[in-house]
């Protein structure tokens, strides 16, 4: 009797079984090399089929040692575009024709494998498949207590738990013996099968090395190598299920979300809270008669039947907002927030007239509407997001609401610098606590004083006394103090050799450079600047005196390379260092030198645009360091 297994068979173990049980007893089994291929493929891949399957064929070699069967291998190895149309059928192609050319059974727990060779005229012994490392119950669910927001298990380590309230949080060993590796594989290959035959559970996201798992009101993170460095299981569940009433702000809040459709940003820190308040926010919506979805990867809000949760279509969240869109919801709440395709899909939903709830990682409220600066138009924000609640240890810290407003930004004067201005004003004290526009082409987020007001110190006075430097050093050779003596004044010290290029014909410069940042500026030498006493030149002098002979000594000649987002200045050295780039005798701006040891400058800025226009004109471009 001659038999060919196919792969599957192999994987279950079903050849040896049946020379056991007697039926194979003195046959010939004729393993085909696609299947040994296949199998040694899964190995590599580190799934346990294909640990599974060459065990399977040391033990024929063992039963062939031992004259039980005759074992011999046939045919040739795949090549690689047949393994990868495995799943089309290639593989069982070969081991059907293997079959066809010996005159053998074809055995295999395939269904689909045992009906294809039956029409082609094969025998066939087919067996039901092995059902692996099936659980009824979530086998580490014994890890969780009731304060236990997260398990955290690793091949041979302890396992460790994330354990108390929202706001006092311990990562903790919850286990003094280390997990071995035979038993991480084992919970990781039920958890997943689990999620797969369960009602209660599905799998989001499976892909070479990691599996992501919802069970019940458990994610599950399942990494496996050649993707992690060890067998890694991390569950996470929620240990609050709130309503709104149980946050402050509530009453208005509710007036907030009832009055109109909003864009709202939760933000947060990761386990702050963010996902189980944005829950209490779709119920409630729900429950006030709004058509609620949910945009989530993966899908893990607890929430209730009526809300419907989508996962990201096609692996794109901008197919699934086109679906959405055709089903028409109130609200929709987007979980989470973060790249840039995010953050576009979001807007593009609000601009849709769809209110729109997105739960964003930041560690300030402030920030979670600096990062929609540069992803979105600046004029369109306040349309976008009006409302931003940031949680903090499980409750609702701070609520801003974002509005724009035709003023002069505060800590200008001149009524000409006018502009939109975006301002971000605390909801309970409504004072506003930040300003973002635009400054000499710059987008500038200003935090203002108790006051309400940009201080000289912080704010729009840091963004002023830097571009009061910018623009003095561009036509100064030595060195430039700024000194700010209110929101619209400032001194300017510089060398005594600069005074008349930086004021100017007839006060030219000065007033025009005055007109443009909205500033009265006093230009005087670094001598009359108080505590000098009388020194006769500063420590940043042009080359011959003080710093400036050494600044001279280490210039650096560099070639500017562009790419089609930055200009790049290489540099041999000053790995972290402040520096002066110049073109020709022309200061420019100064940076700080990366850890790749290199300056980018970001095209389209003006910085960028002078460096530019200099490298057209072939001007020799030199690096110093900073001075002063």
């Not at 609000?350 to 979670?368: E, L, N, Q």
């Not at 409750?395 to 035709?406: C, L, R, S």
């Not at 007001?453 to 623009?471: D, F, L, P, Q």
Request: charged share 30%; proline share 4%; hydrophobic share 35%.
């Amino acid at each position: 009797m001659n038999v060919v297994p196919d792969t599957s068979a192999v994987v279950d173990g079903r050849v040896s079984e049946r020379v056991e049980d007697g039926t194979y007893e003195g046959a010939t089994v004729v393993v085909p090399e696609a299947v040994v291929g296949e199998l040694e493929a899964q190995a590599n891949d580190g799934r346990d089929s294909g640990w599974d399957g060459l065990s399977e064929l040391q033990r024929l070699a063992t039963m062939a040692d031992e004259g039980r069967i005759d074992l011999t291998y046939v045919g040739v190895r795949p090549g690689a575009g047949r393994q990868d149309a495995a799943d089309e059928g290639e593989i069982d192609a070969v081991i059907r024709d293997a079959a066809g050319e010996h005159d053998a059974t074809l055995l295999t727990s395939d269904v689909v494998q045992a009906e294809v060779a039956k029409a082609k005229g094969l025998a066939v012994d087919y067996l039901e498949p092995v059902t692996r490392g099936v659980v009824e119950e979530l086998p580490i669910e014994r890890f969780f207590t009731d304060e236990t927001m997260s398990v955290h298990l690793k091949t041979d380590t302890k396992p460790k738990a994330k354990r108390g309230t929202l706001g006092e949080m311990r990562y903790e060993v919850i286990d003094d013996e280390p997990t071995g590796d035979e038993q991480m594989r084992e919970w990781a290959t039920a958890i997943v099968n689990l999620a797969r035959q369960s009602n209660d559970g599905y799998v989001e996201l499976s892909d070479e090395g990691m599996d992501i798992v919802q069970y019940r009101n458990y994610r599950i993170a399942v990494a496996r190598p050649p993707f992690s460095d060890g067998v890694e299981i991390t569950a996470v569940r929620p240990i609050a299920k709130t309503v709104l009433d149980d946050y402050e702000f509530a009453d208005e809040l509710r007036e907030r979300f009832l009055e109109s459709k909003r864009g709202v940003l939760i933000s947060g820190s990761p386990g702050a809270g963010k996902s189980t308040f944005a829950q209490a926010v779709a119920e409630f919506l729900n429950d006030s008669d709004y058509a609620v979805k949910t945009m989530e990867k993966p899908r893990d809000l607890q929430v209730g039947p009526e809300i419907t949760q989508y996962g990201a279509l096609g692996g794109e969240m901008a197919n699934t907002a086109d679906s959405l869109l055709l089903v028409r919801p109130d609200y929709t709440i987007y979980d989470e927030v973060r790249k840039t395709d995010d953050f576009e899909v979001f807007a593009d939903m609000r601009m849709a007239g769809v209110g729109m709830v997105g739960v964003v990682h930041a560690s300030r409220a402030i920030d979670s509407l600096q990062r929609l600066v540069g992803r979105v138009e600046l004029g369109m924000i306040p349309q976008i997001v009006d409302t931003v609640v940031y949680i903090e240890a499980g409750e609702v810290e701070t609520v801003y609401d974002v509005e724009t407003e035709v003023k002069v930004p505060e800590g200008l004067t001149a009524e000409d610098l006018a502009r939109p201005v975006i301002q971000v004003t605390n909801f309970e004290t409504g004072r506003p606590e930040y300003e973002i526009y635009t400054f000499n082409r710059q987008v500038v987020t200003v935090p203002l004083g108790e006051d309400g007001e940009g201080s000289a110190e912080t704010g729009v006075g840091r963004i002023a006394k830097k571009e009061i430097e910018r623009e003095i050093r561009s036509v100064a050779r030595g060195h430039v103090d700024v000194e700010l003596q209110g929101n619209d004044d400032a001194v300017v010290y510089v060398e005594e050799d600069d005074i008349a290029s930086v004021i100017g014909k007839g006060g030219g410069r000065i007033t025009d450079i005055e007109n443009r940042l909205g500033i009265d500026i006093d230009v005087r030498t670094h001598d009359e600047k108080p505590g000098r006493g009388g020194a006769a030149s500063g420590s940043g002098g042009p080359a011959g005196t003080g710093n400036g002979q050494v600044g001279a000594e280490r210039e650096q000649v560099v070639q500017p390379e562009i790419t089609s987002r930055h200009v790049v200045i290489p540099m041999d050295e000053h790995v972290g260092d402040t520096v002066e780039v110049r073109a020709g005798d022309e200061y420019l701006f100064t940076a700080t030198v990366g850890r790749g040891g290199e300056v980018q400058v970001s095209r389209g800025s003006a910085i960028a645009e002078e460096l530019e226009d200099a490298i057209d004109r072939k001007q020799r471009i030199t690096v110093v360091p900073a001075r002063g």
